[in-house]
């Protein structure tokens, strides 16, 4: 019989020093995604996380944010929240245009998906610029850097022509800019200091046993699963108890008690040995009546 022993051995979890925290790399981002199925219906999606807690969602009729957790709005004023909501969906009303314009041009086939990212990285407590990128049913088509729109090398001629027109449009090149350079750093920072105590808590995992499909005759195949805890380092070993295992377990335990019980017993009968009572000063009748012998009476017995 197999004896086997789950043991979590250790969890990383980060202690509560808000220093050792800023140490470690938290991402920002904000995912749209639009879906283009005709040249008349278009659906939009949209989400923001925090590494990979979400904290935000998007209502796509009124393309208003959503705030998932209680410290989501950061430290930032409902005017600010609603300038950045007002972009986002200013960007989902006129960016299927723009698509749709230049489906042959950019030899675009329904149905296809645009999908926006914008984020930011916290390293040591201090928030990086930002980075915008676009992609095509899931490859790379641009990416925002410094002040100008750049093509990406898998996109070829279509990330190309994409790229020109969308570095005609000044203005939004200057929104985009002061989004990734000024307003996602500052989200972040106060995002972290808003919610610091819930992103420091600490949960200890679960964890439990299933079997699943047998690798072969003799053998069965176990799963461990681990959830509920956070944050996301966990550390997860297994220990096996071999067949012989149980005869180690006798000669490691049983015979140093056998051992030390002799030994017990065998000081217990010295003990015993020499404290048994002796009258050597008084001889024996037997004694007296070995020739030879003589008995010497104290005088004051007469």
Known sequence: ML???????????????????????????IILTTSFYS????????????????????????????YLQPWSKGNFSNEELLEVQNLFYTYTIRSPSTFHNHIRDWQLEYPFQIQLVLGCDSHFGEASAGFLQLAYQGSDLLSFQNTSWRPSPEGGSRAQKVCSLFNEYHVFIEIVHKLLFDSCPRFLLGLLDAGKAYLQRQVRPEAWLSTGPSPGPGHLLLVCHVSGFYPKPVWVTWMREQPHSVGLVFLVVIVPLVLLAGLAWWLWKRWKAHWRPQCTDFPSERDLSRPGSSTYLNPAQH
């Open 3 to 29: 004896f086997l022993q789950l043991v979590l051995l250790a969890v990383l979890l980060p202690g509560g020093d808000s220093e050792d925290d800023s140490q470690e790399p938290i991402s920002f981002r």
């Open 39 to 66: 040249s008349s219906s278009t659906q939009n999606q949209g989400s923001a996380w925090l590494d990979e807690l979400q904290t935000h969602g998007w209502n796509n009729k009124t393309g208003a944010f959503r």
